[in-house]
């Protein structure tokens, strides 16, 4: 019999998580990606629970990887736009998953665009609720999977990770930083100084003004997407002013001491914020990220839906032993 | 807490003596030698499937494949023991399609584990025939599952507890009935 894990009713952040949680994520991560490469695709471990992906702000990368995830696990998923439904019509947060609730849910996926959405449901609701990303929070599972993917081609601990681009409006950013801080890796941001969060040396993130230099240090680069409304408000000069000044090119990269891993969230926008050599390029692990994705938010998936703790502990009690 | 007795079932030598005298029935029940696969249940019965291969490759001359097949996922009891911390890998060598499958685990005791089994293989494909060999067959069945080939059949009560080691995970070869006192 094992224990349960540490992990809670939800995943909120990785801010929130011990290391101890986030190796088990990653080392649960592991099974399902053979899981993906059956030709069924499909495991019962969740079947008969229900799972609705509550998506408040455009997705598709990220709601079609849950639900891939939520399918190869034969949960039953129903997937709720804020266009086209009730809450469109005004209805509000909680109401809305109060309702859904009234229909026997068990998981809630959330993306929205306010920070702290997730933990708002997660505080008002018993089913399990796990953020998809909110406003410029957090954004766990894309933070997981980026852990993944490096913990693919070298040791985390001790990596230098630099994160470039628009760090202050990045969710993605935030749950890396956590992530990578937790697992012991070194990390550093690198961008436009009005897209850097004020004090972020305090948490022991190093900050480089220059690509270049990012680079030379770097044994990973994520490459963050550029929002392009930044520009409209005055963040950056102009998108080719920040391509020359921070892009991520190959005349750039070839002059690094060590050859570099490449991440990328997605979507990207090619000539802004990386070169699509690079992004194309033999260092590029962008789509093993998307690969990634679906077996960790599997192994999520899996973790939070298992039994409770107590039911566990009174398992223990009689029944079968370790043996079966 | 009540007293525990531990007894010793089998020490190193009587398990390779019990491996030999499976691989023979095991081959006894096999029209063609050439179409097996042993399929062990994580971990023990990975660690036996590969005994049992090399016992089988010795007294046929043919080579055995094998596989691993974690069954976590395919448990009917997630809900009640909680998710099992880390889920391990699910290997399987050929295509099953034709093959007559072994499944080899460690200890039969509710069959919940070969009926996951059971359904597992299902979604690899459709072998010709499926059989179970198990080292040690305890007893308290909650399905309708027999071992077609068991090393050591014994009568362990709800409370008692089987206990075996492999040398590749533990270091010593050996199984224990280990029983807890009456309450």
Request: overall charge negative.
């Amino acid at each position: 019999m094992s224990p349960g894990p540490n992990l809670g009713k939800d995943l909120l952040g990785l801010e929130y998580l011990a290391a101890g949680d986030i190796r088990l994520l990653l080392d649960t991560a592991e099974p399902f990606k053979e899981v993906s490469e059956r030709a069924i695709k499909k495991v019962p471990a969740l079947r008969g629970k229900t799972i609705v992906n509550l998506f408040f702000e455009a997705s598709t990368r990220t709601r079609i990887s849950f639900e891939f995830a939520e399918k190869r696990l034969s949960a039953d998923t129903v997937n709720v736009a804020s266009v086209g439904s009730s809450v469109s019509k005004g209805e509000t947060l909680v109401d809305t998953a109060k309702n859904l609730e009234a229909m026997r849910i068990d998981m809630v996926v959330i993306r929205h665009p306010s920070s702290g959405a997730a933990r708002f449901l997660a505080e008002r609701i018993e089913s399990n609720v796990i953020n998809a990303g909110d406003g410029k929070h957090e954004h766990p599972t894309q933070g997981l999977l980026d852990l993944l993917t490096i913990r693919d081609h070298r040791p985390i601990e001790g990596a230098k990770v630099c994160i470039v681009g628009d760090v202050l409006h990045s969710r993605v950013a935030r749950s890396n930083i956590w992530g990578l801080l937790k697992l012991g890796a070194e990390v550093a941001v690198c961008g436009p100084q009005s897209l850097l969060p004020m004090g972020i040396e305090d948490i022991g993130v190093r900050v480089f003004r220059r690509v270049e230099e990012a680079i030379a240090w770097a044994d990973v680069l994520n490459v963050l997407r550029l929002q392009l409304e930044r520009m409209q408000s005055g963040y950056i000069p102009s998108l080719r002013e920040y391509y020359r000044v921070f892009g991520v090119t190959e005349e750039r990269l070839a002059r690094a001491p060590r050859e570099l891993l490449i991440l990328h969230p997605g979507p990207m926008n090619r000539g802004v914020e990386i070169d699509s050599r690079v992004a194309d390029g033999p260092h590029s692990v962008i789509l093993r990220q998307v690969t990634n994705g679906v077996a960790v938010r599997m192994a999520v998936l899996y973790l939070l839906a298992g039994g409770r703790p107590e039911l566990a502990e009174a398992a223990k009690g009689g029944g079968a032993g370790g043996e079966r | 807490m009540p007293p525990t007795e531990r007894q010793q079932l089998m020490d190193a030598g009587a398990i390779e003596q019990t491996i030999h005298a499976m691989a023979r029935d095991i081959l006894q029940q096999t029209h063609d030698p050439a179409h097996l696969v042993l399929v062990g249940v994580q971990r023990r019965g990975v660690e036996l499937a590969s005994r049992l291969a090399r016992a089988i490759a010795d007294a046929s001359g043919q080579a055995v494949p094998q596989g691993a097949l974690d069954i976590t996922l395919y448990r009917d009891d997630l809900e009640v023991v909680g998710p099992k911390p880390i889920v391990g890998p699910t290997h399987l060598p050929v295509d099953l399609d034709g093959r007559h499958v072994w499944i080899v685990d460690d200890v039969l005791y509710t069959g919940r584990t070969i009926r996951a089994a059971l359904d597992e293989l299902a979604d690899f494909g459709r072998p010709a025939r499926i059989g179970l060999a198990v080292l040690v067959d305890r007893g308290g069945r909650e399905l309708p599952i027999q071992a077609d080939v068991v090393g050591a059949p014994i009568a362990a009560g709800p409370r008692d507890h089987v206990e075996v080691l492999v040398r590749e995970l533990d270091g010593r070869d050996a199984a224990f009935l280990i029983s807890e006192g009456a309450t």
